[in-house]
T-cell receptor, first 114, second 114 residues
Framework: DAEITQSPRHKITETGRQVTLACHQI?????MFWYRQDLGHGLRLIHY???????NKGEVSDGYSVSRSNTEDLPLTLESAASSQTSVYFC?????????????FGPGTRLTVL | DQQVKQNSPSLSVQEGRISILNCDYT??????FLWYKKYPAEGPTFLIS?????DKNEDGRFTVFLNKSAKHLSLHIVPSQPGDSAVYFC?????????????FGQGTTLQVKP
């Protein structure tokens, strides 16, 4: 089984709809991250969490929210989807807060907002 | 303000030759640098890293060089193989207050031709 999963892998939605992307990891890592990948921008941090009930805004957090009710999951919600949020979304996790710690990524969710 | 920059969007090399991917950064507080590799429809995977106290780190065919005075790092792949064709992201971390977070470059798409 994959260690960090994302669902759905592909999603098409309409402007204004609420969308939730799921992320699940089995390592019991404390730290979880959400990124979006866009051409010319690389990977940009949306939100991150250092543990249960902890959430923090990243570089591009407007229009997104997260909640952390358990260690394994960090769902990402687009409150009212916009065309500018069409992107590929990656979830990642890491074990410790050491800056040398590796982040492990999920396979990504391709979201299209029409 | 892009703190980590990969100025070459793409690179094409012949199989067996050397691939050199470059990365520049602006924040002198960065203390640790990583390279991630990404295949289509997959998440990024960790490739190699280097601490700011070193100027070189080698792992098989992959070597990362760090020039702190120039705020520049490079990834050398020798010899290049068709399976190395992927997008390569450099990332930086270690800024106080940015615990556990990575700042990514825009990515460079490497094509290794048989």
């Amino acid at each position: 089984d994959a260690e960090i999963t994302q669902s759905p892998r592909h999603k098409i939605t309409e402007t204004g709809r609420q969308v939730t992307l799921a992320c699940h990891q089995i390592w019991n890592h404390n730290n979880m991250f959400w990124y979006r990948q866009d051409l010319g921008h690389g990977l940009r941090l949306i939100h991150y969490s250092y543990g249960v009930h902890d959430t923090n805004k990243g570089e591009v957090s407007d229009g997104y929210s997260v909640s952390r009710s358990n260690t394994e999951d960090l769902p990402l919600t687009l409150e009212s989807a916009a065309s500018s949020q069409t992107s590929v979304y990656f979830c990642a996790s890491s074990e410790s807060l050491a800056y040398t710690d590796t982040q492990y990524f999920g396979p990504g969710t391709r979201l299209t907002v029409l | 303000d892009q703190q980590v920059k990969q100025n070459s969007p793409s690179l094409s090399v012949q199989e067996g030759r050397i691939s050199i991917l470059n990365c520049d950064y602006t924040n002198s507080m960065f203390d640790y640098f990583l390279w991630y590799k990404k295949y289509p429809a997959e998440g990024p995977t960790f490739l190699i890293s280097i601490s700011s106290i070193k100027d070189k780190n080698e792992d098989g065919r992959f070597t990362v060089f760090l020039n702190k005075s120039a705020k520049h790092l490079s990834l050398h792949i020798v010899p290049s193989q068709p399976g190395d064709s992927a997008v390569y992201f450099c990332a930086a971390s270690g800024v106080p207050g940015n615990t556990g977070k990575l700042i990514f470059g825009q990515g460079t798409t490497l094509q290794v031709k048989p």
